[in-house]
């Protein structure tokens, strides 16, 4: 996946990747038990799509928790609301598309019945 470049509130540039893959499962796995906690998980995951601010490049992939928690002071929160607000509309763009696919849609009826 490659790199986008969104505007955050302040009109910085923030370029942002989506966490995809071995990326995200790491993340997930040095979050550990705190993955599930929304705020966190949330503003975390937020952090870890953007790759620069104004120019300025963020780490590549947090290797520790420690680095995953740095990445609250390294990106602040305009740039983290910039980044989570495009995760959501990348996910509402794919919901979107799958809702108008020609994909065949579920039955009602049970084959062989």
Same mark, same amino acid.
């Given at each position: 996946?490659?790199?986008?470049?969104?505007?955050?509130? &302040?009109?910085? &540039?923030?370029?942002?990747?989506?966490?995809?893959?071995?990326?995200?499962?790491?993340?997930?796995?040095?979050?550990?038990?705190?993955?599930?906690?929304?705020?966190?998980?949330?503003?975390?995951?937020?952090?870890?799509?953007?790759?620069?601010?104004?120019?300025?490049?963020?780490?590549?992939?947090?290797?520790?928790?420690?680095?995953?928690?740095?990445?609250?002071?390294?990106?602040?929160?305009?740039?983290?609301?910039?980044?989570?607000?495009?995760?959501?509309?990348?996910?509402?763009?794919?919901?979107?598309?799958? &809702?108008?696919?020609?994909?065949?849609?579920?039955?009602?009826?049970?084959?062989?019945?």
């Amino acid at each position: 996946m490659s790199a986008e470049t969104i505007t955050d509130a &302040k009109g910085r &540039k923030i370029e942002v990747q989506e966490v995809v893959g071995s990326a995200l499962a790491r993340l997930t796995r040095l979050a550990g038990a705190s993955f599930g906690e929304n705020a966190w998980t949330t503003g975390t995951l937020a952090r870890a799509t953007v790759r620069s601010v104004a120019g300025v490049p963020t780490p590549a992939e947090a290797r520790s928790v420690k680095e995953l928690d740095g990445l609250w002071d390294i990106v602040d929160p305009d740039a983290a609301e910039a980044a989570l607000k495009w995760l959501i509309a990348k996910q509402e763009a794919v919901a979107t598309d799958a &809702k108008n696919s020609i994909a065949p849609q579920d039955s009602c009826s049970a084959a062989g019945s």
